[in-house]
């Protein structure tokens, strides 16, 4: 086990970790690696192929646009999205790409980012990078693979974007649900302070805390943002924004919960959704541990902060390395991306993960929390992904909002019990990457599936 919580946790943009963030990471990296060969001043133009899963919905994901940003030399987690019209217009109207921002190249977007069905061998979403010299000849090809949740890795299946080298060996290194657990009781540790004893392998323990919190405040941050933004999504859907009408009628009437004790879930949907709706709209989100399934998290976070008593920061750090630890077992273990395993891999990985970490604060066992978890997960195999118009947007904006509902319910039916259960945790996992192995290509981020095609021929 060598990932961190904060490869888990990432800043970007949306509406995508693997469509958006994950390509921009590329295209930065391979213009990067134009310069450290020396050939930027000799480059002339770059030209993108997007395959699979990137080739059918890249265009409604903002993977042109993510590729053009990156190869200015943008990074997902430093850009303000504000900005991103202003330069991508300017591309437009000139036809010359700034090459990190150093050297102009001629570029067209319909020429030179080309969208493929077909896929490349090692992932559902690959890309292939071509730079060429002014008389047209091409002296530099390579390929790389968005692998869901921000993480790249290139041709050769080396990441780009977890951490090369640990200072030392990791205290408690774990590849299972069950060696997590053995070694936390072992220790007399909790799952987030297992996690921590790792992470301080690589950071100082308050830059560890530090970073979660900032992690926090960036969540806190869209949702307060989705709550106040009105009118529609881009994309052509012309979706409503909810979220801000939503929190109006709920801020008018806050005497309906004393009626209606679920009010408290018209606040988790609202939450999630608010989330939600900034990603469609490529605001700045936190993956968690993708970006489509961004709000689940942040909801959960949020129910707890506001409807659990003595609800603290230590709470918020230790919910988000609880949740780190069960979303590196899915990392680790399956997949947490669409386009291989469908939105289980998303939202049914979200949902598990808030469970679990909503069981560590609100006082679970080990055992409880790893139910919880399992709880979370068993609920959502075979969950399809079918964009509709390959956007973010329908079912993805309600789905994190039924995801984070169904994480609260797990976290309390694990509550009542003693932490013992039939599905463990590993065999969940396991499940679920056989079951998106079984899955249709169709219903796997493609939008050529589910309600990506019926709500057109209805």
Not at 73 to 98: A, C, E, F
Not at 387 to 396: A, N, Y
Request: proline share 4%; hydrophobic share 40%.
């Amino acid at each position: 086990m060598s990932l961190s919580v904060f490869d888990i946790f990432k800043i970007g943009l949306g509406p995508s970790s693997s469509h958006t963030v994950g390509p921009m990471v590329a295209a930065a990296r391979f213009a990067h690696d134009l310069e450290q060969a020396g050939r930027l001043s000799e480059t002339a133009g770059i030209t993108t192929g997007l395959f699979g899963s990137l080739g059918a919905t890249g265009k409604g994901h903002g993977s042109d646009i993510a590729v053009i940003l990156g190869l200015c030399g943008h990074k997902p987690d430093q850009l303000d999205p504000d900005l991103v019209p202003g330069i991508i217009d300017g591309i437009r109207q000139t036809g010359r790409l700034p090459l990190l921002g150093k050297h102009d190249i001629a570029f067209q977007e319909k020429r030179h980012i080309q969208f493929h069905r077909s896929a490349l061998p090692r992932h559902a979403n690959g890309m292939r990078f071509m730079a060429c010299n002014a008389a047209g000849d091409v002296f530099l090809e390579k390929e790389y693979y968005s692998i869901g949740g921000g993480f790249v890795m290139d041709g050769d299946g080396q990441s780009l974007v977890m951490e090369q080298a640990e200072p030392e060996p990791l205290p408690y290194p774990f590849r299972s649900a069950q060696e997590l657990l053995e070694m936390a009781d072992g220790a007399g540790l909790s799952i987030a302070g297992l996690m921590m004893e790792n992470e301080k392998a690589r950071r100082d323990p308050e830059e560890v805390r530090a970073g979660l919190l900032e992690i926090w405040r960036v969540m806190k941050a869209c949702v307060d943002r989705g709550c106040s933004t009105q009118g529609s999504l881009p994309g052509g859907l012309n979706l409503r924004r909810r979220a801000g009408t939503q929190y109006a009628l709920l801020r008018a009437r806050p005497e309906a919960a004393l009626s209606d004790p679920l009010t408290m879930l018209d606040w988790v949907n609202l939450y999630a959704m608010a989330v939600n709706e900034e990603n469609a709209a490529g605001g700045r989100v936190v993956t968690a541990p993708t970006n489509g399934a961004a709000g689940v998290i942040p909801a959960t976070l949020l129910y707890y902060r506001n409807f659990v008593p003595k609800a603290d920061d230590d709470g918020i750090v230790d919910f988000l390395l609880t949740a780190g630890a069960i979303g590196i077992l899915y990392k680790e273990n399956a997949s947490i991306s669409g386009a291989e395993v469908g939105c289980q891999g998303e939202v049914g990985v979200a949902c598990s993960m808030a469970a679990g970490a909503l069981a560590a604060v609100m006082g679970g066992t080990n055992a409880q929390i790893e139910n919880a978890a399992e709880i979370g997960m068993e609920h959502n195999l075979g969950m399809t992904c079918d964009p509709i118009g390959g956007l973010v947007q329908i079912p993805c904006i309600e789905r994190n909002a039924m995801g984070a509902i169904k994480a609260i319910n797990a976290a309390r039916l694990a509550m009542r019990g003693d932490g013992m259960h039939y599905v463990s945790l590993d065999k969940v996992i396991k499940t679920m990457m056989r079951t998106g192995a079984d899955m249709k290509t169709k219903y796997k981020e493609t939008s050529r599936g589910g309600l990506a095609v019926n709500i057109i021929e209805c």
